[in-house]
């Protein structure tokens, strides 16, 4: 697992806030639900639709477009959506808030 830093702790979404940020080159949300802060892929599965734009409601990152729900603790669809989204680990820091990236199967033969 690689970490790698993404927010200074000043830049941490508000409650009920999400941030669109890039790290490892990837677009992410970082996501402020009931004080706990976690990190998503940007784009709904579904049809393309930005998280950005959502909010949560009870442990739940919802859509902007068509209200699919997506679990924060594990990324599921809602029943019946048969879908997902990456959810990244995270640790807050004393400098900021960290990201933790697998490594690719390349970085791993080639360092
Ligand atoms: S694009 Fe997200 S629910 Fe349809």
Redesign the pocket.
């Known amino acids: 697992m690689q970490w790698i830093k993404v927010l200074n702790s000043f830049d941490l979404p508000k409650e009920n806030d999400i941030k669109t940020i890039s790290a490892n080159g990837k677009q992410l949300c970082v996501i402020n639900d009931a004080s706990k802060i976690y990190v998503t892929q940007s784009i ?1 599965p ?4 930005h998280f950005s734009g959502g909010w949560c409601k009870n442990g739940h990152l919802i ?1 902007p ?4 729900a997506y679990s924060l603790e594990n990324g599921r669809g809602a029943e019946g959506q048969g879908d997902y989204i990456n959810i990244y680990p995270t640790e807050i820091r004393k400098d900021g808030l960290y990201v933790g990236f697998q490594k690719s199967w390349l970085s791993k033969i080639f360092g």
Do not use: D, E, Q, S
């Open positions: 709904c579904h049809a393309g639709g859509c477009i068509h209200r699919y």
